[in-house]
């Protein structure tokens, strides 16, 4: 063996024992806590995490094991009816008095994964959902393109295809309680958040087939809905990541979420990923469309607005233990989603004190761009009144922000869009679990 394929060897054998002893001593450090908390509450049984009575009968045989169970059903599979509660909820702090111009929101508190199922997906519509037939459905390339395009759907199936996970963020997520407590729970706080497998094609292919003008510099984005939602978007920002999504989750994108086509921008607030996208035009200027003057803009300290605020920044909050939970005292596992629009999470800090101090929460593989990640923290809560929040840091080495630091950079007018600042919970002696916000 050549010398340096003995060098090669050698490093690639430490790095896997370091990423086994990494590996290892956060396990080692989660079991080193939990004997520790066990000790300090006196005994398992004390902390509710298991029963240490010993069973003076045999286990008694459930009805389950008795009986024959359901037959094969060939059809959609649906969840166990003991989960009929989660479910996607519209917002019960504002309340609109139709379902057009909506949003319903993903149960955070109840998906243990970083990919949020289709049917918990969080919807945000403007004029309804369309019906649209994918047989019929086109998608028109034109402008400042040497050979405008139609494109059907079959057209478009055509073309080899990519699959990335990303999260999908509305960039009003959080305005309810921006400065006071208006919301509940989790869901109701942040649930206008969700993360899934997307698949299609990348954009940058079709402008090439269609001879984009190298000149050109913005795109203009338009969906068939019935209010004709569109957007103005930067080419140089997004052509390395942008995607004709037709399947999100392994399956073709449901009517909610934008079938049979929409576009995947990446990392920026929702309402520029364009469900039902009916047509792309290329030019050199935005076209300063409602969307982006009189909508999702962001009000600053001088008077003027600001547009196209397009990325998410970095962000986390805690699902568990989160509003209207409540929790014993002893060993609590603290868990909760981060993620950001510029680049993966680099950590997690969790504080139980109302942010005096920080510690590391863990990381939970995979940690991937522009994708939810989770984390946890082990706390052993004594039973007094805490305070309990979590910040995050990108790639980039953005720090999530507190509110205060927001405040001093914007001017919030009772509208608030990209929104991240720090979220707390309160924890009451009796373990109730309450919004921290004010």
Not at 62 to 81: C, D, R
């Amino acid at each position: 063996m050549k010398e340096s394929e003995k060098m090669q060897a050698i490093v690639a054998a430490s790095q896997k024992e370091l990423q086994a002893s990494t590996s290892m001593s956060q396990e080692v450090t989660r079991r080193s806590f939990l004997r520790q908390t066990v000790a300090l509450a006196g005994g398992a049984g004390t902390l509710g995490m298991a029963s240490t009575a010993v069973l003076a009968d045999p286990l008694p045989i459930p009805a389950s094991n008795q009986i024959m169970g359901a037959p094969l059903v060939a059809a959609y599979g649906m969840p166990s009816k003991y989960e009929a509660n989660v479910i996607r909820r519209r917002s019960d702090v504002l309340v609109n008095k139709q379902t057009l111009s909506d949003w319903s929101m993903t149960p955070l508190q109840s998906t243990p994964g970083i990919v949020t199922p289709n049917g918990l997906f969080y919807e945000r519509h403007h004029n309804g959902v369309p019906d649209i037939n994918p047989d019929t459905h086109k998608l028109v390339v034109h402008g400042m393109v040497s050979k405008p395009l139609v494109l059907t759907m079959s057209d478009l199936m055509r073309y080899p295809t990519v699959t990335k996970f990303y999260f999908m963020e509305c960039s009003g997520n959080g305005l309810t309680d921006w400065l006071k407590p208006a919301s509940k729970t989790v869901q109701q706080t942040h649930g206008l958040l969700s993360c899934a497998q997307w698949t299609g094609v990348p954009l940058s292919w079709v402008l090439d087939e269609a001879g984009i003008d190298p000149k050109a510099t913005w795109i203009v984005a338009e969906g068939a809905d019935a209010s004709g939602h569109l957007r103005s978007l930067p080419l140089d920002r997004i052509i390395d990541e942008a995607m004709l999504a037709y399947a999100m989750n392994g399956e073709m994108l449901r009517s909610e979420n934008g079938f049979p086509l929409r576009l995947m921008i990446p990392g920026w607030e929702g309402n520029v990923s364009i469900k039902w996208l009916r047509r792309i035009k290329a030019g050199t200027e935005p076209w300063h469309v409602r969307g982006e003057t009189a909508r999702y803009t962001d009000p600053m300290p001088d008077g003027k607005w600001r547009k196209f605020s397009f990325e998410m920044e970095a962000k986390s909050v805690i699902t568990n233990p989160s509003g209207s939970m409540k929790i014993k005292p002893g060993y609590n596992e603290i868990t909760g989603f981060a993620w950001s629009g510029k680049g993966k999470i680099a950590a997690v800090d969790v504080s139980v004190d109302g942010g005096k101090n920080w510690q590391q929460a863990r990381l939970e593989e995979p940690v991937i761009d522009k994708c939810l990640t989770r984390f946890n923290f082990n706390w052993n809560w004594q039973g007094g009144p805490a305070v309990i929040a979590s910040r995050a840091v990108d790639s980039t080495g953005y720090v999530q922000p507190t509110v205060d630091d927001i405040k001093k950079v914007r001017a919030i007018t009772g509208f608030v869009q990209h929104h991240n600042g720090i979220f707390p919970w309160n924890v009451s002696a009796n373990g109730e679990v309450t919004n921290g916000i004010g």
